[in-house]
Antibody
Framework: QVQLQESGPQLMKPSETLSLTCTVS????????WSWIRQPPGKGLEWIGY???????NYNPSLKSRVTISVDTSKNQFSLKLSSVTAADTAAYYC??????????????WGQGTLVTVSS | QSVLTQPPSVSAAPGQKVTISCSGS????????VSWYQQLPGTAPKLLIY???KRPSGIPDRFSGSKSGTSATLGITGLQTGDEADYYC?????????FGGGTKLTVL
């Protein structure tokens, strides 16, 4: 059974860079696309971007200038960096596996999510 | 404001059937697959339907999906109190994955 686990700081100050890592266990990161998705408290879901195990990426245009997603196949991990955070970036951050091609919109395995709060 | 429109809430009695709509356009639903997710309070979303109408292993056939033109529908039959959750539709639009605003299902 594939499992995903997010890790990283849960409290940040404005202007800092958010860094989260998703560790994949029970399966290989190879052969798939992987995504980051976030959800502000009490609100809906927002796609941040995806990365292919080969390193190919695509980001939400609304976040593109601040987002970097990377992959480390040797550790079976992929990571998210979001720079210059503000209170608007306060959200639960989820990592997820994509079924099939990147345009499928289908995410079969999800991490439990980690709540990141941005506050001075 | 999401590019995919879902009703904010729906409700029905236990044992009844409910449908949740997801309306989009030719740039998203009209030319791409639709997936549906269930999010129970305090948990991660769970895939219910992918490629418009396919169910992952372990998802009961009480859940069904369909697509017609630029709209998609999630159907749930034999409602149970455990089905109370938020439901989201998802598809691809141009260069990004887009989510509907979500629908809160109340089982009365």
């Amino acid at each position: 059974q594939v499992q995903l686990q997010e890790s990283g700081p849960q409290l940040m100050k404005p202007s800092e860079t958010l860094s989260l890592t998703c560790t994949v266990s029970g399966g290989s990161i190879t052969g798939y696309y992987w995504s980051w998705i976030r959800q502000p408290p009490g609100k809906g879901l927002e796609w941040i971007g995806y990365i292919h195990y080969s390193g190919n990426t695509n980001y939400n245009p609304s976040l593109k200038s601040r987002v970097t997603i990377s992959v480390d196949t040797s550790k079976n991990q992929f990571s998210l960096k979001l720079s210059s955070v503000t209170a608007a970036d306060t959200a639960a951050y989820y990592c997820a596996r994509v079924i099939g091609d990147f345009w499928s919109g289908s995410y079969d395995y999800w991490g439990q999510g980690t709540l990141v709060t941005v506050s001075s | 404001q999401s590019v995919l429109t879902q009703p904010p809430s729906v409700s029905a009695a236990p044992g009844q059937k409910v449908t949740i709509s997801c309306s989009g356009s030719s740039s998203n639903i009209g030319n791409n697959y639709v997936s549906w997710y269930q999010q129970l309070p305090g948990t991660a979303p769970k895939l219910l339907i992918y490629e418009n109408s396919k169910r992952p292993s372990g998802i009961p056939d009480r859940f069904s999906g369909s697509k017609s033109g630029t709209s998609a529908t999630l159907g749930i039959t034999g409602l149970q109190t455990g089905d109370e959750a938020d439901y989201y539709c998802v598809t691809w639009d141009s260069s990004l994955s887009v989510f509907g605003g979500g629908t809160k299902l109340t089982v009365l």
